[in-house]
């Protein structure tokens, strides 16, 4: 999720792995405190980050390069340029696969009003609820 967020500050003082006690017993749940630096592109040259990552920008976000291809060895190379680079690295197909259709459970609105409840005006929201489904497909279509 953070690589489709486009999130490029990645911290472990940001995500956290809880253990959640519920009715249906123990759960982990994983917790994600910070996402301020989402939905912009992340760059690709870590060198000049101040230079080329952005946050917040719909338009960078839509134009930004989500699956760059499938390696040899079957993982997904994504275009990232953010921090934490290497938690990319071994992503298989099955398994963004598996995340994409978990995502088409999303419909339109609800992906809209996510954006809407952010306080993105409008015309944001179109851009952005079209940009993520565009990454929930490219996810989905991998070979």
Do not use: C
């Amino acid at each position: 999720m953070m690589v489709l967020f486009n999130n490029w500050d990645i911290k472990d003082s940001n995500n956290v792995i809880i253990l959640a006690h519920s009715h249906r017993g123990n759960e982990l749940r994983y917790v994600i405190s910070d996402l301020g630096a989402t939905f912009g592109k992340t760059g690709t040259l870590p060198l000049f980050w101040r230079i080329t990552r952005s946050r917040n920008n719909p338009q960078d976000y839509e134009k930004a390069k989500f699956v760059e291809g499938v390696r040899d060895n079957g993982v997904v190379n994504f275009r990232y340029g953010g921090k934490k680079r290497e938690i990319f690295d071994d992503i298989t197909v099955p398994q963004a696969k598996w995340l994409g259709e978990l995502l088409t459970g999303l419909s339109v609105a609800q992906i809209r009003d996510a954006f809407r409840a952010a306080n993105y005006s409008p015309e944001e929201i179109g851009i952005l609820t079209e940009a993520v489904q565009d990454r929930i497909e490219q996810l989905r279509s991998l070979p």
